[in-house]
T-cell receptor
Framework: GIQVEQSPPDLILQEGANSTLRCNFS?????LQWFHQNPWGQLINLFY???GTKQNGRLSATTVATERYSLLYISSSQTTDSGVYFC????????????FGKGTKLSVKP | NAGVTQTPKFQVLKTGQSMTLQCAQD?????MSWYRQDPGMGLRLIHY???????DQGEVPNGYNVSRSTTEDFPLRLLSAAPSQTSVYFC????????????FGPGTRLTVL
């Protein structure tokens, strides 16, 4: 089956720093989503981005489907950005199943 | 819209007990699914449904049962709980089709003793 790999697994930042999270996938995908799981366990939709570039405030994402990777950029990080960031892809079938990576755990220090 | 709602938020069971995790959505989404999340891992698909009356198995279906009698509701049943089912359970919904953006509920934290 398709493999989804995220890097780095852990990231510690000082407040105000910028970061780039990467998601590689091993096969063609129909769509890709980025989620933020906050310290309370909620999964928050960040981007639905099968290809191209999107921006939402301090966050932006780029997916290059032909090269099988996606990047999530966080600028001017804040302590509220802490949590785990998941990349999830949908492949092949029409049922809309998502395959998740293992996530990047981000800690932003004040 | 309330989006995707789940009840209960927390549950403790003894081995062998049964229970039903509830999931509802008010977005008129045809597709609904259940995932489990274990420590240090991403989410894994348990069961899914592409519409009322239609369900299918995901990656880790053993020990779980589902049915879909309405578009809004998709309950997950544990028939005889085991400690290996201790996990956080998430319900999700989207429009039918591979391009659908999926939205997740707040989760149910289940402990089986």
């Amino acid at each position: 089956g398709i493999q989804v790999e995220q890097s780095p697994p852990d990231l510690i930042l000082q407040e105000g720093a910028n970061s780039t999270l990467r998601c590689n996938f091993s096969d063609s995908v129909n769509n890709l989503q980025w989620f933020h799981q906050n310290p309370w366990g909620q999964l928050i939709n960040l981007f639905y981005i099968p290809s191209g570039t999107k921006q939402n405030g301090r966050l932006s994402a780029t997916t290059v489907a032909t090269e099988r990777y996606s990047l999530l950029y966080i600028s001017s990080s804040q302590t509220t950005d802490s949590g785990v960031y998941f990349c999830a892809v949908n492949y092949g079938g029409s049922q809309g199943n998502l395959i998740f990576g293992k996530g990047t755990k981000l800690s932003v220090k004040p | 819209n309330a989006g995707v709602t789940q009840t209960p938020k927390f549950q403790v069971l003894k081995t062998g007990q049964s229970m039903t995790l509830q999931c509802a959505q008010d977005m008129n989404h045809e597709y609904m699914s259940w995932y489990r999340q274990d420590p240090g891992m991403g989410l894994r698909l348990i069961h899914y449904s592409v519409g009322a009356g239609i369900t299918d198995q995901g990656e880790v279906p053993n020990g779980y049962n589902v049915s879909r009698s309405t578009t809004e509701d998709f309950p997950l049943r544990l028939l005889s709980a085991a400690p290996s089912q201790t996990s956080v359970y998430f319900c999700a919904s989207s429009y039918v089709g591979a391009s659908g953006e999926q939205f997740f509920g707040p989760g149910t934290r289940l402990t089986v003793l």
